[in-house]
């Protein structure tokens, strides 16, 4: 019977090492470990056997059978990981390819200037206002001083819906829907996009302003100047200057364009600032009597300062951005470059 055994294991061992998936390997364990297998019905036979010899033989089939359990667990996992490597293949899916990285979006730069800007102001206590992109003439222009033959409406080319109806040239009708609405202390931002008639590497028929107003009793230049001072700061960094040059605008008297030391060369000169030393970037000025009266203010009561700037050029002054239709074209590679 010994040998009987001997056999058994011997057969065993070449089924497990021979069956080529999980069935056959299942089935093989079926037949000679199973509860009807050859080594269990070997076991069974042992009454057969004289009683002296039961125990000795017992041992011998349970170390039999210990290391054919074994060897049906090697073969098991083996079997196992093949057939799953073959399912993977069969699907095609290599979990080898580095994955595929899910690119985040960022702020387009005039959204994150517009944001700088608005937070730079609120810090000072203005309040966010907007106004609407279509616009009566009266407030775009009629109201801020700029009558009908006015040659100051040569300077926007604007585009016109109805002889009344326009699309603004300008944030500045935004202080008027505001004075009308409130009585002062006024002190407001309203940043939007604006309209003309104009294409070039630094125009573009749709782009943004920023206006400001603040009206209140006592308001001066000082504190236009000092407004301006602080903002250049934090936008361009704590070492810029400004410096004030007279200009006109109908709806400010006094008025002054504003140019802030060049953020490339700090004011020595060089290209960008065209070797003077200095970069234009708003209009301002003391708001026009004419303004405040026509919105039901009296000047002899309230006074208050006005200013507007364009967001692309802040932009491109920031960014060394060249050509303003950079901004418009969306290419990813540049946008991408802007990520805050
Ligand atoms: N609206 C003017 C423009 O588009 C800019 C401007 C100048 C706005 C002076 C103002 C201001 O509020 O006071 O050219």
Redesign the pocket.
């Known amino acids: 019977m010994q040998s009987k055994v001997a056999e058994i294991r011997k057969s065993a061992l070449e089924a497990c090492a021979q069956a080529e998936t999980l069935q056959q390997l299942s089935d093989a364990k079926v037949k000679f470990l199973g509860k009807k297998g050859e080594l269990t019905l070997v076991l069974r036979s042992m009454g057969q056997l004289p009683s002296e010899q039961r125990p000795l033989f017992g041992k011998l089939v349970n170390e039999v059978r210990d290391e054919l359990d074994s060897a049906w667990e090697q073969r098991e996992t083996q079997l196992a990981q093949a057939e799953e490597e073959r399912r993977l293949l069969g699907e095609g899916l290599d979990i080898s390819l580095p994955g595929r990285i899910i690119r985040r979006g960022t702020l387009h730069p005039i959204t994150q200037i517009i944001n700088e800007a608005k937070t730079i102001f609120m810090q000072m206590g203005y309040e966010i206002v907007e106004g609407p992109e279509v616009e009566l003439d009266y407030y775009n222009f009629e109201a801020l001083n700029i009558p009908p033959d006015h040659p100051a409406r040569d300077m926007q080319d604007t585009f016109f819906i109805t002889e009344q109806l326009l699309l603004r040239s300008?944030t500045?009708p935004v202080?008027i829907h505001t004075m009308e609405r409130r009585q002062p202390p006024i002190r407001i931002v309203a940043p939007g996009k604006v309209y003309r008639a104009d294409s070039d590497i630094s125009h573009s028929p749709m782009f943004h302003?920023i206006?400001g107003l603040v009206v209140d009793r006592g308001i001066t230049f000082a504190d236009l100047k000092g407004t301006l001072q602080l903002f250049a700061e934090r936008m361009f960094g704590a070492h810029t200057k400004i410096r004030l040059r007279p200009s006109y605008?109908p709806?400010?008297e006094p008025?002054a364009e504003v140019d802030v030391s060049c953020i490339i060369c700090a004011g020595a000169g060089c290209r960008v600032c065209k070797e003077t030393g200095w970069l234009e970037i708003l209009?301002?000025?003391m708001v026009h009597p004419h303004v405040l009266e026509k919105v039901g203010y009296d000047p002899r009561e309230v006074t208050g300062f006005?200013?507007?700037a364009g967001i692309e050029r802040i932009a491109m002054l920031k960014y060394g951005i060249g050509d303003i239709r950079l901004l418009f074209e969306n290419d990813v590679r540049f946008l991408q470059q802007f990520t805050s």
Do not use: C, R
């Open positions: 300008q500045s202080q302003q206006e605008f709806f400010t008025s209009g301002s000025g006005a200013f507007g």
